[in-house]
């Protein structure tokens, strides 16, 4: 029996839990085996605060979110990473992803390093859960009456989860793993910014800034039939869309038929 086997196939965020999977786990297996091993690694790829041991190792504000502390830590940012995506594929591209996830990672990391610095504790940091939160938080800068189920408490807007997140590492920011809450923080703020940029709200927040969004071409007048008929038809497709992203903001993902799910994601 031939299996055959498409990378390409696979979705962009597996291919993204892959490597963080990999990375994370062999980073604990060199623990176990040669704790010298393990030690080199934290310390060139974890993001520290102290600039003695950070030095110029810029790659670390990136490193960083590739290595977690344990397998429940690389478990839990995983489940989120994967929850969170879906969300924000609901109305953002492949590139918009990576963009949030990566430049979230190293506002994640500049936030953790400043507010170290503030705050008086140097340690590291290890985790994608500023990445993450920054995932999740362009998409409540985008659309924070967006409605999501969740198991116990039912629909819940997405602005409420994101207040009670931030209250939560705020609490926590004097705990043991402060760093990692700052890194929280750093990740949420990029994440929001970046939601309300994509939206061409961004002005709103920081008016002394004036964020050139870019503007879409003005459409050629043709005579052809053929692209007067194209054009129709497009019109539709957007009209549609609208109708089923204004359906998922009133009454959430979870409200759309299985036609209009498949239609929504043809479009991606």
Not at 81 to 86: K, N
Not at 104 to 110: K, T
Not at 152 to 158: D, E, P, Q
Not at 168 to 188: C, E, M, P, T, W
């Given at each position: 029996m ?6 390409q ?8 839990m ?6 994370s ?13 393990h030690?080199?690694?934290?310390r ?12 110029f190792?810029?790659?670390?504000l990136l490193?960083?979110s ?5 397998v ?5 940012n995983?489940?989120?990473?994967y929850?969170f ?10 590139k918009?992803f990576?963009?949030?996830?990566f430049l979230g990672?190293?506002a994640?990391?500049?936030?953790y390093?400043l507010?170290s610095?503030i705050?008086?504790?140097h340690?590291?940091?290890?985790g994608a859960s500023?990445a993450v939160?920054?995932v ?5 800068g985008?659309?924070?009456?967006m ?9 819940v807007t997405?602005w409420?989860?994101?207040?009670v997140l931030i209250?939560l590492?705020v ?15 750093g990740?949420?703020?990029?994440g ?12 709103d ?10 503007k879409k ?10 692209n ?13 869309i ?9 009454s959430?993902y979870?409200?759309?038929?299985q036609?209009?799910?498949e239609?929504?994601f043809?479009?991606?």
């Amino acid at each position: 029996m031939k299996i055959n086997f498409d990378i390409q196939k696979i979705p962009l965020v597996n291919k993204l839990m892959i490597v963080i999977a990999f990375c994370s786990l062999l980073a604990m297996f060199l623990g176990v085996v040669n704790q010298e091993a393990h030690q080199w690694i934290i310390r060139q790829f974890a993001l520290f605060s102290d600039w003695n041991i950070l030095g110029f190792r810029v790659w670390q504000l990136l490193s960083y979110s590739f290595l977690h502390a344990g397998v429940l830590h690389l478990l839990f940012n995983l489940l989120m990473l994967y929850f969170f995506s879906g969300l924000f594929f609901t109305f953002f591209n492949q590139k918009q992803f990576l963009n949030a996830y990566f430049l979230g990672a190293i506002a994640a990391g500049l936030f953790y390093i400043l507010g170290s610095y503030i705050m008086g504790q140097h340690h590291y940091v290890a985790g994608a859960s500023g990445a993450v939160m920054a995932v999740l938080f362009t998409v409540v800068g985008y659309n924070p009456k967006m409605t999501i189920h969740l198991m116990i408490f039912g629909r819940v807007t997405l602005w409420v989860i994101a207040l009670v997140l931030i209250g939560l590492d705020v609490i926590q920011l004097f705990s043991d793993n402060s760093g990692g809450h700052l890194a929280h923080l750093g990740g949420s703020l990029f994440g929001f910014l970046y939601g309300n940029y994509l939206k061409g709200s961004l002005n709103d927040f920081i008016p002394n800034f004036k964020f050139k969004q870019k503007k879409k071409a003005p459409l050629r007048k043709v005579h052809d039939q053929k692209n007067i008929t194209k054009n129709i038809k497009t019109d539709e497709v957007q009209k549609r869309i609208d109708v089923i992203l204004d359906k998922i903001s009133k009454s959430g993902y979870d409200s759309l038929t299985q036609e209009e799910k498949e239609f929504l994601f043809k479009q991606k």
